[in-house]
């Protein structure tokens, strides 16, 4: 894709971003900076070829490429390493990553501190499957007499299921009644610094 088509997409990516939908196409020449609509079109055109746009109903709509990121493969913690050739990478998007099944799958934000251990502070967002095999030791989200948490999940010798925090501050949680397990967390995201822009 042409160096120009990039920077129009960019554009649009800002766009999307900020108002979840695309502007009418005379809207479209001001976003990406073209004095006419049928130069408009044409970059659609270019943009739909490449996967990024698809035509939905008269309107243009993003595809899955479209969300997609640049992925450049493992990057040592350790010693460094020869840096990548810029134009050698896949593209992947945090759903193809993150989401094993999206029908099965939601999103719930950590509130405090007793999964640290475990790699879970305050303000992650952890990726939840429901109707998902249970194990012990598994992270869930659950609802321990009629109150929401996440913590792992235990048994004791008799066979009693129960909650564990991943902080020794904590004390383990026995339910008294009722313990439902809403979906079993395979994932995680985390902001380190959110961008003004």
């Known amino acids: 894709m042409a160096e120009t088509d990039t920077q129009h997409l960019e554009k649009l990516r800002t766009y999307w971003k900020r108002n979840h939908a695309f502007p009418s196409m005379a809207k479209l020449c001001e976003v990406v900076g073209m004095s006419s609509t049928a130069s408009v079109f044409d970059l659609v ?10 035509r939905v109903e008269g309107r243009i709509a993003p595809t899955k490429r479209f969300f997609a990121r640049p992925f450049v493969g493992a ?9 990548q050739d810029d134009d050698d ?11 094993p099944d999206p029908n ?4 719930a ?24 095999p249970t194990r012990v030791g598994d992270i869930v ?3 321990i007499d009629g109150q929401v948490t ?15 925090a991943a902080n020794p501050d ?27 822009a």
Not at 89 to 99: G, K, P, S
Not at 110 to 130: E, I, P, T
Not at 151 to 161: C, D, Y
């Open 45 to 54: 055109g270019r943009l739909k070829e490449a996967g990024y746009v698809q």
């Open 75 to 83: 990057v040592r913690a350790g010693l460094p390493q020869p840096r």
């Open 89 to 99: 990478f896949e593209v992947l998007t945090l759903d193809d990553y993150l989401v």
């Open 104 to 107: 099965r799958t939601f999103l």
């Open 109 to 132: 934000r950590v509130k405090g501190d007793s999964m640290r251990d475990a790699a879970l502070v305050d303000g992650d967002l952890v990726v939840v499957q429901k109707n998902c």
């Open 141 to 143: 989200v659950a609802v």
């Open 150 to 164: 996440v913590k792992h999940l235990r048994q004791q010798p008799g066979g009693r299921f129960y909650l564990q």
């Open 170 to 196: 904590f004390a383990d949680i026995v339910p008294e009644g009722e313990l439902e397990i809403l979906g079993v967390v395979v994932g995680q995201c985390r902001a380190y610094r959110r961008s003004a």
